[in-house]
């Protein structure tokens, strides 16, 4: 599997409609308490390359707060189905047919489009960043809800934990200021993840997640990782009309993803 970070929402399971808060409950009775990492298998299209699928029945990233159970589904069908029409977007012409032919790119539109007339609220719980954590993902956590440890499999991990609302707040204010920069772009991806979490309960939690990004790094390059306080320093300058400042931190952020990401060449 490629390194990935990852943005996830997880909902009360009071939240969920009832037929879903049935099946959720349901999983929690009978999944394993150590399961692992989703499974995939081979999909081909065309010659000898192809895609990674889910091999296994629909799983969840389950928490507990406070007394409080909080469901994260993986709903990776449709994830995967919307990543095919992405890739076909995003990267070279070229390249579209080699991975995702014609053919199949309207098979998976038409799958999409069903889950979405089956399900307008359906709604992916989580976005996954392959190499690198994006910047504005930091703008919704705060220093102060960041924790960096062991998981219960013993691997170590940084993330941060925070509620949808707090991290609306930090993005409706975000964005006026960013919108006066030249970072006006990182404002306006703002308002697409605003929007996301709108969709949610308003009880949900957050959590940024560096994901399998933690086993590329040394415990002390996570201890020194202090990214969202440094993007928050660069908006607090920047709202006062500074800017040395928020060039610095921006750019130290910047850097120190980069330097993670070019390792997708080395791959």
Same mark, same amino acid.
């Given at each position: 599997?490629?390194?990935?970070?990852?943005?996830?929402?997880?909902?009360?399971?009071?939240?969920?409609?009832?037929?879903?808060?049935?099946?959720?409950?349901?999983?929690? $009775?009978?999944?394993? !308490?150590?399961?692992?990492? !989703?499974?995939?298998? &081979?999909? !081909?299209?065309?010659?000898?390359? /192809?895609?990674?699928?889910?091999?296994?029945?629909?799983?969840?990233?389950?928490?507990?707060?406070? /007394?409080?159970?909080?469901?994260?589904?993986?709903?990776?069908?449709?994830?995967?189905?919307?990543?095919?029409?992405?890739?076909?977007?995003?990267?070279?012409?070229?390249?579209?047919?080699?991975?995702?032919?014609?053919?199949?790119?309207?098979?998976?539109?038409?799958?999409?489009?069903?889950?979405?007339?089956?399900?307008?609220?359906?709604?992916?719980?989580?976005?996954?960043?392959?190499?690198?954590?994006?910047?504005?993902?930091?703008?919704?956590?705060?220093?102060?809800?960041?924790? $960096?440890?062991?998981?219960?499999? /013993?691997?170590?991990?940084?993330?941060?934990?925070?509620?949808?609302?707090?991290?609306?707040?930090?993005?409706?204010?975000?964005?006026?200021? $960013?919108?006066?920069?030249? $970072?006006?772009?990182?404002?306006?991806?703002?308002?697409?993840?605003?929007?996301?979490?709108?969709?949610?309960?308003?009880?949900?939690?957050?959590?940024?997640?560096? /994901?399998?990004?933690?086993?590329?790094?040394?415990? &002390?390059?996570?201890?020194?990782?202090?990214?969202?306080?440094?993007?928050?320093?660069?908006?607090?300058?920047?709202?006062?009309?500074?800017?040395?400042?928020?060039?610095?931190?921006?750019?130290?952020?910047?850097?120190?993803?980069?330097?993670?990401?070019?390792?997708?060449?080395?791959?």
């Amino acid at each position: 599997m490629v390194p990935s970070a990852y943005l996830r929402v997880y909902q009360p399971l009071d939240a969920f409609e009832r037929d879903e808060q049935l099946h959720w409950e349901r999983y929690l $009775l009978t999944r394993s !308490p150590h399961e692992g990492a !989703p499974r995939y298998a &081979d999909r !081909p299209t065309t010659g000898r390359l /192809g895609l990674l699928a889910p091999a296994q029945q629909e799983q969840a990233d389950v928490i507990v707060v406070d /007394g409080r159970t909080y469901v994260s589904p993986r709903r990776m069908r449709m994830r995967v189905l919307a990543a095919m029409l992405a890739f076909r977007e995003t990267r070279p012409m070229e390249l579209w047919d080699a991975f995702v032919p014609k053919k199949l790119a309207r098979r998976a539109a038409r799958e999409l489009t069903r889950f979405r007339r089956r399900d307008p609220s359906s709604v992916a719980f989580v976005h996954q960043s392959p190499w690198h954590v994006p910047i504005r993902w930091f703008v919704l956590v705060d220093d102060e809800e960041r924790w $960096l440890g062991e998981d219960e499999r /013993g691997r170590l991990r940084l993330r941060y934990r925070t509620s949808t609302r707090r991290a609306m707040r930090r993005a409706e204010h975000a964005i006026p200021v $960013l919108r006066r920069s030249d $970072l006006g772009p990182i404002g306006d991806l703002l308002v697409d993840l605003h929007q996301w979490l709108a969709t949610f309960d308003p009880r949900s939690v957050l959590e940024l997640d560096y /994901g399998e990004l933690s086993e590329l790094m040394s415990w &002390d390059e996570l201890d020194d990782d202090h990214s969202a306080r440094e993007i928050h320093e660069a908006l607090e300058a920047l709202a006062r009309h500074e800017y040395a400042t928020p060039l610095e931190r921006y750019q130290a952020v910047l850097g120190r993803w980069a330097e993670v990401r070019s390792r997708e060449i080395w791959n």
